[in-house]
């Protein structure tokens, strides 16, 4: 398995636009607009492959000098639980770290609370709704 980034606009990109859409979209019965995915331009895109094949996925947006933001993970059903998720968090870290950003934040689904816990990162606030399902911002300060 390997981590890379990925570039706006290139077929992996719309290969990670397509696996967000199957995985954390439609089950809502939602889609993507073209005001949110352009959004999607300014975003450090990360995605986890083996060989060609796209396994998981997630986007970091700076927030300011201080924060960015972790957004849209996604693993494939079929590959969760094989420590493929927690490889795209180290490397969403370092990436954010070596940019020298001190916190990670995130709107985490509360169906993902716990995972997220085990790398550190911790509710900051009361829940909100947001894409109709309840969700807590958890932060992480890097080391």
Do not use: W
């Amino acid at each position: 398995m390997g981590l890379k980034q990925i570039e706006y606009g290139s077929t992996a990109y719309h290969d990670m636009v397509q696996l967000r859409l199957k995985l954390l979209r439609k089950p809502l019965g939602m889609q993507f607009t073209a005001d949110e995915l352009d959004t999607d331009r300014d975003d450090i895109l990360i995605a986890s492959y083996e060989e060609e094949e796209l396994l998981g996925c997630c986007m970091l947006k700076p927030v300011n000098q201080e924060q960015i933001r972790l957004r849209q993970m996604a693993v494939r059903d079929d590959q969760q639980h094989k420590g493929i998720g927690a490889s795209i968090i180290a490397f969403a870290e370092n990436i954010a770290r070596d940019k020298g950003f001190r916190y990670i934040i995130m709107h985490a689904r509360d169906t993902a609370i716990g995972f997220y816990e085990k790398f550190g990162y911790q509710i900051d606030g009361d829940g909100f709704t947001e894409v109709n399902l309840p969700h807590h911002l958890m932060k992480k300060k890097l080391h």
